[in-house]
């Protein structure tokens, strides 16, 4: 049996995988089991920041694994510490909670704005307000917070405390903070899996003031979103916010398996020993790794990541078959007019690009640092393939 076969056979089928098996890559150009090449404008979903293998995270990791790989959160160790510290430096939070996924990194956040809430105010003031179309994970937490129904369905009774308001309408949040003892307000600033659509900055300002005003705990999953992608370190920072949590994943740690819960001064203090923990969170080596993609994403990658993005927006904007461009940096949705989203991906992997859908939507996240000549193919491509 061939890798295809094989993974049909014993890997639980979650996944409707492109009929592509990558063996290696290198930078933004990824190579199948038949030696073809592509231009990988997905990243492995917003994961690998500097594209595939790259030279300077590689030596971080294996350095790090010469030394030690694990020795569990009852021992201090430095690549932990060390990145800690430069996230809270970069982004005015206070302190930082490890774990392995986005949905882990969530489900701190609303473990501590739930606890804030029963500190302060009482036990009863549970609940968590998120939006519409949203995407938080796929724990039965993180499902219930997900505002999609059809993510839903199958898996009752989710966990109780959450409710949806709709994107972009303040009246309604209003409405249901003050008619529910509410925790936490929490949003993506981009939609990513909702179709890469960015929220309008006058809202997330209102309800920014709102959160703040009523002393409701306001948490920005940034697991997408985060880490250089927005064309800003955090998509909240392209809106002059500050959150009192930050969520975040995906490209922290280039590639490796890492979470992290940035939580601001307010709640800083909130968990305490025992009350949350992971054996994984805050992994040595996942550590050397985020801290040598953190410390890259500096002003000039951010700008060039904006330039980058400014020109995707002008080739994808008015192009034949293409309706809308939405998203933020190099977080994009393109809504084919005359063609479904799928079809136009399975087209262009047969002409060498990988891309990604969102919705009804095709959605590009390349590499942070993928050179411009490869952006401009794969725009070609992409192009082609819709018109
Ligand atoms: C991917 C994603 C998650 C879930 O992350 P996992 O690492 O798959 O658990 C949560 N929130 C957002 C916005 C995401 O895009």
Same mark, same amino acid.
């Given at each position: &049996?061939? @890798?295809k076969?094989?993974?049909k056979?014993?890997?639980?089928?979650?996944?409707?995988?492109?009929?592509?098996?990558?063996?290696?890559?290198?930078?933004?150009?990824?190579?199948?089991?038949?030696?073809?090449d +592509?231009?990988? &404008?997905?990243?492995? *979903?917003?994961?690998?920041?500097?594209?595939?293998?790259?030279?300077?995270?590689?030596?971080?990791?294996?350095e790090?694994?010469?030394?030690?790989?694990?020795?569990?959160?009852? +021992?201090?160790?430095?690549?932990?510490?060390?990145? #800690?510290?430069?996230?809270? %430096?970069?982004?005015?939070?206070?302190?930082?909670?490890?774990?392995?996924?986005?949905?882990?990194?969530?489900?701190?956040?609303?473990?501590?704005?739930?606890?804030?809430?029963?500190?302060?105010?009482?036990e %009863?003031?549970?609940?968590?307000?998120?939006?519409?179309?949203?995407?938080?994970?796929?724990?039965?937490?993180?499902?219930?917070?997900?505002?999609?129904?059809?993510?839903?369905?199958?898996?009752?009774?989710?966990?109780?405390?959450?409710?949806?308001a709709?994107?972009?309408?303040?009246? %309604?949040?209003?409405?249901?903070?003050?008619?529910?003892?509410? /925790?936490a307000?929490?949003? %993506?600033?981009?939609?990513?899996?909702?179709?890469?659509?960015?929220?309008?900055?006058?809202?997330?300002? /209102?309800? #920014?003031?709102?959160?703040?005003?009523?002393?409701?705990?306001? *948490?920005?999953?940034?697991?997408?979103?985060?880490?250089?992608?927005?064309?800003?370190?955090?998509?909240?920072?392209?809106?002059?916010?500050?959150?009192?949590?930050?969520?975040?994943?995906?490209?922290? #740690?280039?590639?490796?398996?890492?979470?992290?819960?940035?939580?601001? /001064?307010?709640?800083?203090?909130?968990?305490?020993?025992?009350?949350?923990?992971?054996?994984f969170?805050?992994?040595?080596?996942?550590?050397?790794?985020?801290?040598? @993609?953190?410390?890259?994403?500096?002003?000039?990658?951010?700008?060039?990541?904006?330039?980058?993005?400014?020109?995707?927006?002008?080739?994808?904007?008015?192009?034949?078959?293409?309706?809308?461009?939405?998203?933020?940096?190099?977080?994009?949705?393109?809504?084919?007019?005359?063609?479904?989203?799928?079809?136009?991906?399975?087209?262009?992997?047969?002409?060498?690009?990988?891309?990604?859908?969102?919705?009804?939507?095709?959605?590009?996240?390349?590499a942070?640092?993928?050179?411009?000549?490869?952006?401009?193919?794969?725009?070609?491509?992409?192009?082609?393939?819709?018109?």
């Open positions: &049996m061939n @890798i076969e094989q993974d056979e014993y890997v639980a089928g979650t996944y409707n995988r492109f009929p592509v098996v990558i063996v290696s890559g290198k930078g933004s150009i990824v190579t199948d089991e038949n030696g073809k +592509y231009i990988d &404008m997905t990243s492995g *979903i917003a994961v690998d920041s500097f594209g595939a293998c790259d030279e300077i995270w590689r030596q971080a990791i294996i790090q694994s010469g030394k030690i790989q694990h020795i569990s959160n009852l +021992y201090y160790t430095e690549p932990c510490v060390k990145l #800690a510290k430069m996230l809270c %430096e970069r982004t005015g939070m206070s302190k930082v909670f490890f774990s392995n996924s986005g949905a882990e990194a969530n489900e701190c956040a609303v473990k501590t704005a739930r606890k804030y809430a029963a500190d302060t105010k009482g %009863e003031y549970h609940t968590i307000i998120t939006l519409k179309n949203s995407f938080h994970g796929r724990t039965i937490t993180m499902l219930s917070a997900t505002g999609q129904d059809h993510y839903h369905e199958l898996f009752r009774p989710l966990t109780p405390g959450f409710v949806h709709e994107a972009n309408n303040f009246a %309604e949040l209003k409405h249901l903070a003050e008619t529910h003892k509410t /925790a307000i929490m949003i %993506e600033c981009v939609q990513g899996e909702g179709g890469v659509i960015a929220l309008d900055s006058d809202y997330v300002k /209102a309800l #920014a003031d709102y959160a703040h005003e009523h002393d409701i705990v306001l *948490i920005v999953d940034e697991v997408q979103t985060g880490n250089g992608r927005s064309g800003q370190l955090y998509s909240y920072m392209n809106y002059g916010i500050q959150p009192d949590i930050v969520s975040t994943a995906k490209g922290l #740690a280039g590639g490796l398996p890492l979470g992290a819960t940035l939580m601001g /001064a307010k709640v800083k203090d909130t968990l305490k020993p025992g009350d949350h923990g992971s054996t969170g805050g992994n040595p080596v996942a550590c050397a790794g985020a801290v040598s @993609i953190l410390g890259r994403i500096d002003d000039a990658l951010l700008a060039e990541v904006r330039e980058k993005s400014r020109y995707l927006f002008g080739a994808f904007t008015g192009a034949e078959g293409i309706e809308t461009v939405s998203g933020m940096g190099l977080m994009m949705g393109l809504k084919p007019s005359k063609k479904k989203a799928a079809d136009v991906v399975k087209e262009c992997i047969e002409h060498g690009v990988l891309c990604l859908t969102a919705k009804d939507r095709i959605r590009l996240l390349p942070l640092n993928i050179p411009f000549d490869l952006l401009k193919k794969a725009a070609e491509v992409i192009k082609a393939c819709c018109a």
